[in-house]
């Protein structure tokens, strides 16, 4: 338990679907980070939240839309993905920027 | 080209034996963090290192950052099944201490 959680664990959704996935952190942290990780490739920063305003957006595509309502919880909003968009999306939060990251348990996303 | 390449990508050894996985970079880094992910789980953070020629030891795992600071390795000595894992390093980069750049990580086995 990394005081990281999100849900849902596992997303199976088709390339027309919109769905989302969660985020919240229970740490009292200011910053929180989506991370996309898949099968060849390196964990890839995409978006980062400070105090609930955007600081990073790694060129990521507008199917992704980050959403930041409050420093607790973040979302990533998902609208007409791709196959090759399944992943293990990465929830993780810091006290601030260069401070510890903390990860939560991944959400399997998988676009059929 | 990886900003951070590891080697080797994957090892399989038996318990008990001695292993060390490297992260080589053509950058200096100020400094240079070791994350270990579980499967099913998402990265924790083992070690940050900070000064060249720097050694860290945490109990079996043995952290050194290379003098010129652009290379490390990861040393875990009489290795257990509970150490199986992908092991990633990871730095700042681009300027940014919100931007952390990962290692594609060595996945190590450690069979009984």
């Known amino acids: 338990e990394t005081g990281v959680t999100q849900t849902p664990r596992h997303l199976v959704m088709g390339m027309t679907n919109k769905k989302s996935l969660k985020c919240e952190q229970h740490l009292g942290h200011n910053a929180m980070y989506w991370y996309k990780q898949s099968a060849k490739k390196p964990l890839e920063l995409m978006f980062v939240y400070s105090l609930e305003e955007r600081v990073e957006n790694n060129s990521v595509p507008s199917r992704f839309s980050p959403e930041c309502p409050n420093s607790s919880h973040l979302f990533l909003h998902l609208h007409t993905l791709q196959p090759e968009d399944s992943a293990l999306y990465l929830c993780?939060?810091?006290?601030?920027?260069?401070?510890?990251?903390?990860f939560g348990e991944g959400s399997w996303l998988t676009v059929v | 080209t990886q900003l951070l390449e590891q080697s080797p990508q994957f090892l399989s050894i038996q318990e008990g034996e001695n292993l060390t996985v490297y992260c080589n970079s053509s950058s200096v880094f100020s400094s240079l963090q070791w994350y270990r992910q579980e499967p099913g789980e998402g990265p924790v953070l083992l070690v940050t290192?900070?000064?060249?020629?720097e050694v860290k030891k945490l109990k079996r795992l043995t952290f050194q950052f290379g003098d010129a600071r652009k290379d490390s390795s990861l040393h875990i000595t009489a290795a257990q099944p509970g150490d199986t894992g992908l092991y990633l390093c990871?730095?700042?980069?681009?300027?940014?201490?919100?931007?952390?750049?990962f290692g594609k990580g060595t996945l190590l086995t450690v069979n009984p």
């Open positions: 290192v900070v000064t060249g020629g």
């Open positions: 993780a939060s810091s006290r601030h920027s260069g401070n510890t990251i903390y």
């Open positions: 990871a730095v700042h980069s681009g300027g940014s201490n919100y931007k952390l750049t």
